[in-house]
Each structure stands twice: as structure tokens, then as C-alpha cells.
């Protein structure tokens, strides 16, 4: 006859303190996980995996029970190789350069003697490139006397982007692209330059992009008001180290981006993006940013933003695209199928989203409360339910609260067709900085952030609204300096009207 096994008290405690160390274990694992994917890992959460679209008509209650079922049965539907795809050609609004090669010097067929007749001909292009040139322009002004009376006449010197500066509109808009478009730090350039035998010290560009921000102030200034002057904006941030002088090291410094984009709501108006600098991530500064802004601002968790709702003239709406990565990341990192079915059921209201774009607002909002709504009922339930059934210090038990403690933010999209699902366009403008900040590192001042900001919003806005930033620029700097302040709106991208056959496709 066996002896029942008892259990002390003192067992007991302990066993519960190994439960503890175990679920504090793993979240610790997962948060080790998340580390190192966001530091090495590729940025793209769309993969063989959690491919979004592809998630779109998947059933719940079919997700493969495991990561590897999942795999495979991904790549079991793609195809192994593409065939068929033709090359591209080549734009038609490149410059063409003809070479003809003539099939023979002689009129007389080689083989016969008889006349050769033109039969057709074959053409075929190749792609060359012609690399980019300095010029200098001498501005004469002749003087003319007056022989009766001594007077003299010339014609008055034409103005420049920068008073008394060397440099021209295109030579500043190129510095000023090639920085915070193509991500070349200003030392980079300067040994570009020295290559065409021309010396432009660091110094002196900096100084160029400090002369080229302040002049655009009036013009960043127009595109704010823009920007925050409907009802409805998306608004996000990102680090930008800054040299903090005198310690010899750097701080963290912010850019807050906020986007006018109502494109998804067939509404025509421009698209616009305007950044904003601080030294800080204290909630006052996107405070400051919006103080005459009243309507729906699309953001993320962070709960500096609270200061603006607490106004009551600013309503939150979050973005489901910050929850599902919650998701992805323990699915990623734990193979939770629990994770796994909530990136199914988030994906079913993108599916949604993705047929409705370009709609009308009114189109939207009764679409989603008719298809999108009780699809949001059934997650709010399954999330309570799940919630119940797991550890409270666990990484898939925080996604959950994540998503349930803003779900009236989340659902708010649903009766407003104007909101959208999730904050993706402001994350798409903060892309450029991000590039550039991994190419010059750090800024050099509070004040080259607040210059940074000022270029950014510009090239960001006539990027989006398919014109070159180039080109913009360019132009800009040409007219600017004398341009009425009254109509500094004229230069915004939408309004300008640029050089034939130069805007972008």
C-alpha cells in the first residue's frame, strides 16, 4: 500500500516561487528576443510567416498549430521560381543619343553585286549615365556714364539664396538632398567635391544648410498650418542623438512628424508631412505642436500624448498596427498559436481595409460597422477569455492588455470612416530619418535638429506628392528670397508650378 505524498507548506511556497522564476524566466527570454530582432533583425514584419495579405482570408480556427506548419505550408503555396517577367523599358522622358551603324560602306550587295534596298531596322537601347557637373555663372553688369551729367547706370545685382554666398539654388538644393534624401553626411560630400577639384570644407556646408533652413522658415511655417489645419492628423516620433556640448558624448533628442494624408478616404487634397524638433520626449512639446489643432489625432501608446487629449478639443484614435507587432514578435520568438490567431483575427480587418480604400468616408464607416464590427466583438471576447487563462507576467499576457486597455481608441476607426486603421503613414514619413541617422550618427546641436526638421518637411511633402525633391528645392531657393511673404503659400510643392518635363512620375 503506497504513502500518500504530503505536501508542507513550506513545499508549497517554494514550488509557487519556481512557478514565478520560470514565468519571469521567459518573459525575460522574449524581451532578450525582441532586443536582439530590432537590433540585427530585419525591420519587415511581412515574411513567409505572417505575410499580412495573406492572412487576410485564412479561417481562425485552420492556423497551423505550430511556426514550422506554418512555413511550410506557406511555401508550399508559392511558386519556386518566376518566369515569364519581361524587362522594363526604359522611361520615355529620358534623353535619347542615336548611333547609327551602317550595315555596309558600299551601296552594292557583297555577296552579288546587286543595289541594297532598306529593309527595316533593329534598335536597341542601353542605359548610360552622365555624371553630374559644376558650373560657374558670371553675372556682368556693365556700368554705363552719362557723359552730360555724371550719372551712373547699371543694372541692380541679381539676389541670392544666401547673402553674399557662393553658392547657387541648385548647387544648396543638392547639398540639402543629398543629406536628408540620399543620406550622405556633409563629410561625404565635401570629399565628393574635392573629386571635381573643388574644396568645400565641411564648415562651409554646414553653413550653406544653415543659411538654405533659416531662409526657409516662412515656407515650413505655411506647411504647418497646412498640415494641422483640417480635423483629422497622424502624429508619431523617433530619437535623433544630438551632441550635447561640453560632455563630449550625446543625448537623445526627438522629431515628432505630423502627417495630413486622407487619400485611403478618397478625399483629394494634398498629402503633407511637417516635423518638429525637441530635445526632449516630455509631452509638452507635441502640446505645443498642436495647441490650435482641434479633431482626431492617430498616434501610438505613448503616453505623452495624453496631455493633448486631456484638452478635450483632441481625440485619440490608436493604431492596430503597434498591437499586431506585439503579436508578431512572441509569435516569432515563442511559436505561441495564441499569438498566431490573434494576428489572424487583426489581419481579417486589414482584409477589410484593403477593399475599402479610396472610399468615401460615409462608404467606410458603414462597411466597417457592418463587416468590420462584429469581427472586433468576437476579438474583444477571445482577448478576455485568453487573458483569463494565462500567466499575468507573461509577453503574450501584455499584448493582450496592451490592446484592451486603448480598445476604444482601436475601435474607434469603425464609426468614423475619416480615422484610419492604424498610424502607418506617419511611420512611413519617419523612414528618411531613420536611414539618416544611420548614416551621420548624431546631429550636432539643438539647432541642427530644428534645421533637420525644417528640410525634412519640405522634401518629405513634395515626395509625397510625386515631385522630385530636387527639383523642388531648386526652385524654391530661386524665388524665395524675393518672394512676397504675404503668398509664401505659392511655393508650397501643390502649388508651385516647376520647369516642364522635370516633376517627377
Given amino acids: 500500500m503506497s504513502t500518500p505524498v504530503v505536501t508542507t507548506d513550506r513545499e508549497a511556497a517554494l514550488q509557487a516561487v519556481i512557478d ?61 521560381r518566376r518566369t515569364g517577367q ?17 550595315a555596309s560602306d ?6 552579288c553585286g546587286g543595289q541594297l534596298k532598306l529593309l527595316g531596322e533593329d534598335v536597341s537601347e542601353v542605359l548610360e549615365y552622365v555624371p553630374a557637373s559644376l558650373k560657374v555663372v558670371r553675372h556682368v553688369r556693365p556700368k554705363l556714364a552719362c557723359g552730360r551729367c555724371d550719372a551712373i547706370v547699371q543694372a541692380p545685382a541679381p539676389s541670392r539664396p544666401i547673402a553674399r554666398g557662393l553658392a547657387g539654388p541648385g548647387l544648396l538644393a543638392q547639398v540639402l538632398v543629398a543629406k536628408y534624401c540620399d543620406h550622405l553626411p556633409l563629410y561625404r560630400q565635401s570629399a565628393i567635391y574635392a573629386r571635381h577639384g573643388l574644396t568645400l570644407s565641411r564648415s562651409t556646408l554646414s553653413d550653406w544648410v544653415a543659411g538654405s533652413s533659416q531662409l526657409l522658415r516662412p515656407l515650413v511655417a505655411a506647411l504647418q498650418q497646412y498640415v494641422t489645419g483640417r480635423d483629422k492628423v497622424h502624429a508619431d516620433d523617433t530619437p535623433v542623438p544630438v551632441l550635447a556640448p561640453g560632455r563630449g558624448k550625446t543625448k537623445t533628442g526627438r522629431l515628432w512628424t505630423y502627417v495630413r494624408d486622407d487619400c485611403a478616404a478618397g478625399i483629394t487634397a494634398p498629402a503633407a508631412v511637417w516635423f518638429g524638433y525637441s530635445p526632449d520626449r516630455k509631452g509638452e512639446h507635441p502640446a505645443r505642436h498642436l495647441r490650435h489643432f482641434s479633431g482626431i489625432v492617430q498616434a501610438d501608446g505613448y503616453a505623452g500624448f495624453n496631455q493633448l487629449y486631456a484638452t478635450g478639443r483632441v481625440v485619440e484614435a490608436a493604431c492596430w498596427a503597434h498591437v499586431r507587432r506585439k503579436f508578431y514578435d512572441i509569435a516569432e520568438q515563442q511559436a505561441s498559436p495564441l499569438a498566431l490567431e490573434a494576428i489572424a483575427r487583426i489581419g481579417q480587418l486589414y482584409g477589410i481595409e484593403a477593399q475599402l480604400r479610396g472610399q468615401s468616408a460615409q462608404t467606410r464607416q458603414r462597411v466597417r460597422q457592418a463587416r468590420a464590427g462584429p469581427l472586433l466583438a468576437a476579438l474583444h471576447a477571445w482577448l478576455h477569455d485568453t487573458m483569463r487563462a494565462l500567466p499575468r507576467k507573461s509577453a503574450l499576457a501584455g499584448g493582450i492588455h496592451y490592446a484592451l486597455a486603448r480598445w476604444a481608441a482601436l475601435t474607434r476607426y469603425v464609426d468614423d470612416g475619416r480615422i484610419e486603421i492604424d498610424n502607418n503613414p506617419a511611420e512611413r514619413a519617419l523612414r528618411a530619418v531613420a536611414l539618416g541617422r544611420k548614416n551621420y550618427l548624431f546631429a550636432g546641436s539643438d539647432a ?11 522634401l518629405g511633402t513634395a515626395a509625397m506628392n510625386g515631385i522630385d525633391p530636387m527639383v523642388y528645392l531648386r526652385e524654391v531657393l530661386a524665388r524665395i528670397a524675393d518672394h512676397p511673404i504675404n503668398r509664401i503659400q505659392d511655393l508650397l510643392p501643390w502649388n508651385l508650378a516647376l520647369p516642364c518635363n522635370e516633376q517627377a512620375a
Fill in 86 to 102: 519581361s524587362r522594363p523599358s526604359l522611361p520615355a522622358t529620358l534623353p535619347r543619343e542615336e548611333h547609327i551603324h551602317p
Fill in 106 to 111: 558600299a551601296c552594292a550587295c557583297p555577296a
Fill in 448 to 458: 541642427g535638429g530644428h534645421r533637420a526638421a525644417a528640410i525634412y518637411s519640405l
Fill in 20 to 80: 514565478a522564476l520560470k514565468q519571469e524566466n521567459d518573459y525575460l527570454r522574449w524581451q532578450l528576443a525582441k532586443a536582439r530582432r530590432e537590433r540585427f533583425g530585419r525591420s519587415s514584419e511581412r515574411g513567409d510567416l505572417l505575410d499580412q495579405l495573406a492572412l487576410y482570408d485564412e479561417p481562425v480556427q485552420e492556423m497551423p498549430a505550430t511556426m514550422a506548419e506554418a512555413v511550410m505550408a506557406k511555401r508550399a503555396d508559392q511558386p519556386t
